[in-house]
């Protein structure tokens, strides 16, 4: 069972029901989430429009537009961007969600 609920001061996030072995396909229904792969390059990393001309990221993140990429940016990409102005603030809000999905998966 998957679901999605808050995620304390990041919004919301994924969770299972129960605890699952790492690399467990979980049927999802429609994408939550998606990452293009290293082949996909010519997509926008948040919508995966074809990119005409890529606006990029300090990581090196393309998206189509200043718009999808501040977006992608709030919306989680903050997280994970290794070029992110506060690197520490990030690594910590990341260990949040991180554990809020562990206490989740023991319900």
Do not use: I
Request: net charge neutral; charged share 20%.
């Amino acid at each position: 069972f998957v679901y999605t609920s808050s995620a304390g001061s990041r919004g919301r996030g994924l969770f299972t029901a129960r605890a699952c072995p790492s690399h467990t396909l979980l049927p999802l229904g429609e994408p939550h989430a998606a990452s293009p792969m290293q082949c996909c390059a010519s997509v926008c990393c948040s919508c995966g429009r074809h990119l005409e001309r890529p606006v990029r990221c300090a990581c090196s993140a393309a998206y189509c537009s200043e718009a999808c990429r501040d977006k992608a940016y709030d919306t989680g990409h903050a997280l994970l961007c290794v070029a992110a102005d506060d690197a520490a603030r990030s690594a910590a809000s990341l260990a949040e969600l991180l554990s809020l999905g562990s206490d989740a998966a023991r319900v």
